[in-house]
């Protein structure tokens, strides 16, 4: 009995120590930092006395800090000591390899440990070097590949910059997820920038640009497959040419040479991915000027034509005391006499002249206002 009434206090003694020594403040802790900038773990002890607080890398088995001190030789490693209880370790401009966990130990005997982690974040980049320019043969099947680096790793969004569907695999889609984009039987419409966008949750997201280029062969439409043109004025062909990559366009007229530009003809071509429109300028049109132009169109993968025809308009101009101007149209043999003035005004009424019709006829005056009629004031 005497002894237990000796040992009962040394134990509680024992206990009153232990409860005194070091203990940490807070738990362990995840901390997530973008690539760049600074990272701080803290570790909070409470009755520290005597004993020192160090701070080691994990994984590396490295020493950062004992106490105040800064013992590895890596310059953005610094510890802070704002609260006399916090022993904070801060990594200036973290990086990737900074990841990972980080000790705060206390040593007493056994000494006392909590593990931090940090997470260093890195935004998407693009690293596929791939081309920024892929060319297809119409209904062909193309696979356009991204590829991005990142933590955590991104993902990757296809889209149409034009907000286009994107059709693949057997559906409609306007965004595709994955690295890979199959496109399958790609039709000329398809001609345009894809971005690739990856994306990761760490700001800010990038894409790449890629343009595809759907090679075709040329097809050829008129725009209208008749065209008045007033005698001594000037009249415009207009040839709707779908090719890619861009034809060569040359036109002939009845005798099937190539007509040779100057003042008398003009070409042009205007062209938007795989759409052109050729153009050819007749200009101080004569009665010898109609009939049959032909646009020939050419490009690597085929060839193409189309025939419009020229028939020519009379004016004859009168001024009035006031100085409206009165004007007369006939066409071809046939004198219809018309005000210009309200041909001009239903000009874009919505009823087609019909293709068939020939050049050699009497237009009645509802035809005549669907007319290509350019004006000679
Ligand atoms: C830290 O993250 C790990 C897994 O990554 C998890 O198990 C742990 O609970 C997290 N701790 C805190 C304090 O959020
Ligand atoms: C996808 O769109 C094209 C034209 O845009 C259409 O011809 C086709 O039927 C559509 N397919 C599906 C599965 O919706
Ligand atoms: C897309 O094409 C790539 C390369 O040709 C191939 O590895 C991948 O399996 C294809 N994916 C699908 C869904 O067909
Ligand atoms: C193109 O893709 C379709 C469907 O994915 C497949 O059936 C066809 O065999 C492919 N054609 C070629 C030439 O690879
Ligand atoms: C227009 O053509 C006629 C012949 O059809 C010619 O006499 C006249 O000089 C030409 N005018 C111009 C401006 O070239």
Redesign the pocket.
């Known amino acids: 009995m005497h002894i237990m009434n000796v040992i009962i206090p040394a134990l509680s003694f024992c206990v009153i120590a232990a409860k005194d020594g070091p203990t940490f403040l807070g738990t362990s802790t995840n901390v997530t930092v973008v690539e760049g900038r600074d990272a701080t773990l803290t570790c909070k002890v409470e009755n520290l006395h005597k004993y020192k607080v160090a701070w080691l890398r994990v994984d590396t088995q490295t020493i950062l800090t004992i106490g105040p001190h800064v013992i590895t030789k890596n310059h953005r490693v610094s510890l802070t000591r704002g609260d006399p209880q916090a022993w904070a370790l801060t990594l200036r401009d973290a990086r990737l390899a900074d990841g990972g966990h980080y000790m705060c130990q206390v040593n007493t005997e056994p000494m006392i440990t909590q593990t931090h982690n940090l997470q260093v974040l890195v935004p998407p980049d693009i690293v596929d070097s791939g081309s920024s320019e892929v060319m297809v043969r119409e209904n062909?099947?193309v696979t356009l590949h991204c590829s991005a680096s990142g933590t955590p790793q991104p993902s990757i969004t296809w889209r149409r910059e034009d907000s286009m569907d994107i059709h693949v695999g057997l559906r409609n889609t306007s965004k595709w997820s994955g690295a890979w984009l199959?496109l399958?039987?790609v039709p000329r419409q398809m001609t345009g920038a894809f971005l690739c966008i990856a994306t990761n949750g760490v700001p800010p997201s990038v894409s790449k640009r890629i343009l595809l280029h759907v090679l075709c062969k040329p097809s050829a439409r008129a725009a209208h497959k008749m065209i008045g043109g007033y005698l001594g004025d000037s009249a415009a062909l207009l040839c709707e040419v779908e090719a890619l990559p861009t034809p060569t366009v040359y036109w002939t007229h009845i005798d099937g040479n190539r007509l040779q530009y100057g003042a008398k003809y003009q070409a042009s071509i205007k062209s938007q991915g795989y759409k052109h429109t050729a153009t050819l300028k007749v200009n101080n049109v004569s009665r010898e000027d109609i009939g049959a132009y032909y646009c020939h169109v050419e490009n690597p993968l085929g060839i193409a034509s189309e025939d419009i025809t020229l028939y020519t308009l009379v004016t004859t101009s009168t001024t009035s005391a006031t100085t409206q101007v009165d004007t007369t149209v006939e066409v071809t043999a046939v004198t219809t006499a018309h005000p210009y003035v309200e041909l001009e005004l239903k000009e874009n009424e919505p009823e087609q002249f019909s293709e068939e019709d020939n050049y050699v006829v009497v237009l009645s005056q509802h035809q005549m206002q669907n007319l290509d009629l350019s004006p000679s004031s």
């Open positions: 062909e099947n199959n399958s039987s």
